[in-house]
């Protein structure tokens, strides 16, 4: 009985395929009907490398040629055009891949972005990102980038100072953010270059800047010191961050 089946296979591969001498439960397995896929819909473009930025009138907008490298690492994308930013309050640079074409209307101040193949997941992915940069130059230029800070406990303060004993300058003029937060120590960070900071209370911070990774990532390094912890929600919070309070540990 346990080689009934295969005996079964033999007998009907020997035979001219007949779709109507084959039991029903054989049909589907035989069938010369081409395989089907899954999903039938085309590959969807991505929303946000897609969507046109607005460029306001007071911000300019060109491409530049970037000199070419004499060393070129293998796979690795070599730009040759950087797009460069101009507003009221600076101006900045970005480069871009050489797969990616950026197009300027001047009648409409809109730009939009594209590349060569959408379907590849590099190019893709490069896509969206390379436009939330520009879009992050264009506001930076136009309104710049602040980060809020809240010094939330007993004793914390911050202050603006011009000099530091704990550590020493990196650029001519620089200034240093001096953060008592429960430490028996100074705590002194370098302002980096191109960050505006101030206090207009001692427990609050405002850093200003046209760059947002700059920015932000000083931001984050403040916030180290003191991260918000749950259970009394001490610590350094960013931007209106919250955090959900835990019940006490009682024993």
């Known amino acids: 009985m346990s080689f009934l089946p295969q005996r079964c296979a033999r007998q009907l591969l020997r035979e001219p395929f007949q779709r109507r001498s084959l039991p029903l439960f054989l049909t589907p397995a035989f069938s010369p009907s081409p395989a089907q896929c899954f999903s039938t819909t085309s590959p969807m473009k991505s929303r946000v490398g897609g969507a046109p930025i607005s460029v306001p009138p007071e911000v300019t907008l060109s491409l530049v040629d970037l000199p070419k490298t004499l060393v070129r690492a293998r796979g690795k994308d070599v730009p040759k055009l950087a797009a460069h ?15 990616l074409t950026v197009n300027y209307d001047a009648t409409t101040l809109k730009t939009t972005l594209s590349v060569l193949d959408p379907e590849v997941p590099s190019q893709r992915a490069m896509w969206g990102t390379t436009r939330a940069l520009l879009q992050n130059h264009i506001t930076g230029v136009s309104e710049g980038h602040i980060c809020v800070l809240s010094l939330v406990g007993v004793g914390y303060r911050a202050t603006i100072e011009d000099t530091a004993t704990t550590v020493s300058p990196s650029y001519p003029g620089q200034k240093f953010v001096s953060l008592k937060v429960g430490f028996s120590h100074p705590i002194e960070l370098g302002i980096p270059e191109g960050v505006q900071a101030s206090t207009p209370q001692p427990t609050r911070i405002l850093l200003e800047s046209i760059d947002k990774r700059a920015v932000t990532q000083f931001a984050a390094e403040i916030r180290e010191w003191r991260r918000p912890e749950p259970y009394k929600g001490k610590g350094i919070f960013v931007n209106g961050e919250t955090i959900k309070l835990k019940a006490k540990k009682i024993k």
Do not use: A, R, V
């Not at 101009?86 to 640079?93: N, R, V, Y």
């Open 85 to 99: 930013i101009k507003g009221p309050k600076g101006e900045m640079t970005l480069e871009l891949p050489s797969f």
